[in-house]
């Protein structure tokens, strides 16, 4: 327990104050003072999701797919960042990151967006600062201000990352006419630049073009994300989740 119950804080984690709110920073502190992490070959961070525990949504399940087809648990340690600091997702289920509410996607302050990402970009140049000899590769798969604060943090700390999807790939799918201008991560293209940085970073051969699928449905909702019997394509069907709803789809 990362802080006891005891301990805690009474004011709400809802809100764009959970970014600074006493207990996540406490937490996140935790993680970056007290927290022993693993050593792997590979490093993968991604965003964190509404639905929590992370692992058990709709997002995470599509980046497990892609991911542990070619690693093992063994190979990777994956790390949450966000709204929830940094955020190592084995400790998904404990307090305050599994708790909080509030996507700063939907977020339209400057304010809060600069706070963050002042905020975000240092505690992740720690993270990366702290883990240099801890893995070998890292990965980032993001987009938006999660994007902007990793960026950032690289630059900060000069540890290097692999941030995907690929710049080139984001132009040639920008469409400013949308809410989120660069889409969602699920975009197929977005995970075939994914896929790749994590075959490089195993020295696996990238020609054989397998990648995730993600099947759109007509009603905009989604299911959990199942693996075909071929193993190359992940299969997204149809469950309560609605697109447009949550922000395991639109991950900023």
Not at 50 to 70: L, T
Not at 135 to 148: E, K, Q, S, T, V
Not at 155 to 164: C, T, Y
Not at 237 to 252: A, E, Q
């Amino acid at each position: 327990m990362i802080i006891p119950e005891h301990e805690r804080s009474t004011e709400p984690l809802i809100g764009e104050n959970v970014i600074k709110h006493p207990d996540m920073v406490r937490a996140v502190e935790w993680v970056l003072t007290e927290y022993e992490p693993p050593k792997r070959e590979i490093c993968i961070f991604v965003p964190c999701s509404k639905a929590k525990p992370y692992h058990e949504s709709p997002s995470h399940k599509m980046f497990d797919s892609i991911i542990f087809r070619h690693l093992t648990h063994d190979q990777v340690h994956v790390v949450v960042f966000g709204t929830c600091g940094v955020t190592p997702r084995e400790l998904d289920t404990e307090y305050p990151f599994m708790d909080y509410q509030f996507m700063l996607g939907r977020c339209d302050v400057p304010k809060v967006k600069r706070e963050f990402h002042k905020l975000e970009s240092r505690r992740l140049a720690r993270y990366l600062e702290l883990t240099k000899q801890h893995y070998r590769h890292r990965i980032a798969y993001c987009l938006g201000d999660f994007r902007l604060a990793m960026e950032k943090a690289v630059e900060l700390s000069q540890v290097k990352v692999d941030i995907v999807p690929k710049p080139g790939t984001m132009e040639k799918l920008h469409n400013p006419d949308l809410k989120f201008s660069f889409g969602s991560l699920y975009h197929q293209e977005y995970q075939r630049d994914f896929d790749e940085a994590i075959c490089r970073a195993a020295g696996l051969d990238t020609s054989n073009d397998a990648v995730t699928d993600v099947r759109a449905t007509s009603d905009d909702t989604v299911t959990d994300v199942r693996a075909t019997s071929n193993d190359t394509v992940t299969d997204i069907r149809r469950t309560n989740v609605r697109v447009t709803d949550d922000s395991d789809w639109y991950i900023i």
